[in-house]
T-cell receptor
Framework: RKEVEQDPGPFNVPEGATVAFNCTYS??????FFWYRQDCRKEPKLLMS???SGNEDGRFTAQLNRASQYISLLIRDSKLSDSATYLC??????????????FGKGTKLSVKP | EADIYQTPRYLVIGTGKKITLECSQT?????MYWYQQDPGMELHLIHY???????EKGDLSSESTVSRIRTEHFPLTLESARPSHTSQYLC????????????FGPGTRLTVT
């Protein structure tokens, strides 16, 4: 089982739609969680950290379910500029020490006019 | 906006040449990373460093080498470039601690002919 799994998409949605991405992770002791955004042929950029209680940043809401080892990202009122690949990122914990960040393969979103 | 720089941004070079990809950050981050990413594919960690004079190989085997003589500088060297080395190379840095995200440089797109 891969350490971080995401639906690769693509998700093709109209402007204004609400879209949700899901991600599962295998290391139950993982401590930190992030969503990154990567535009075509660009570097990944941090979109938001994911906190245990869930958190919101404008149109973006992230949720964490530790029991199910599941992370989600909800985008409301999609804009054309939201078109990108969204990477689920987890920091695992191995045998008493933190590992490096593990990046999922990403979910591609295409927002159409 | 993260202060992490990579040069060159694009490089086309012939087989057998020695190349060094430069990465510098001005944030005083202890940890630095090199990733390799082919178009449309996932990120692969090839090297990382937790501080000066500390370097480790990542999850993906790579023929490249790295050095960390100064905190702010983490160059990657290929002694003899081959067409199989054609890829995008992304440098990243982060503060120490479990909840700190990584910031990425703009990447170097390498083509070996």
């Amino acid at each position: 089982r891969k350490e971080v799994e995401q639906d690769p998409g693509p998700f093709n949605v109209p402007e204004g739609a609400t879209v949700a991405f899901n991600c599962t992770y295998s290391n139950s002791a993982s401590q930190s969680f992030f969503w990154y955004r990567q535009d075509c042929r660009k570097e990944p950029k941090l979109l938001m950290s994911v906190y245990s209680s869930g958190n919101e940043d404008g149109r973006f809401t992230a949720q964490l379910n530790r029991a199910s080892q599941y992370i989600s990202l909800l985008i409301r009122d999609s804009k054309l500029s939201d078109s990108a690949t969204y990477l689920c990122v987890v920091r695992p914990f191995y045998g008493g020490s933190q590992g490096n960040l593990i990046f999922g393969k990403g979910t591609k979103l295409s927002v159409k006019p | 906006e993260a202060d992490i720089y990579q040069t060159p941004r694009y490089l086309v070079i012939g087989t057998g040449k020695k190349i060094t990809l430069e990465c510098s950050q001005t944030m005083g981050h202890d940890k630095m990373y090199w990733y390799q990413q082919d178009p449309g594919m996932e990120l692969h960690l090839i090297h990382y460093s937790y501080g000066v004079n500390s370097t480790e190989k990542g999850d993906l085997s790579s023929e490249s080498t790295v050095s960390r003589i100064r905190t702010e500088h983490f160059p990657l060297t290929l002694e003899s470039a081959r067409p199989s080395h054609t890829s995008q190379y992304l440098c990243a840095s982060s503060e120490s601690g479990s909840h700190y995200e990584q910031y990425f440089g703009p990447g170097t797109r390498l083509t070996v002919t």
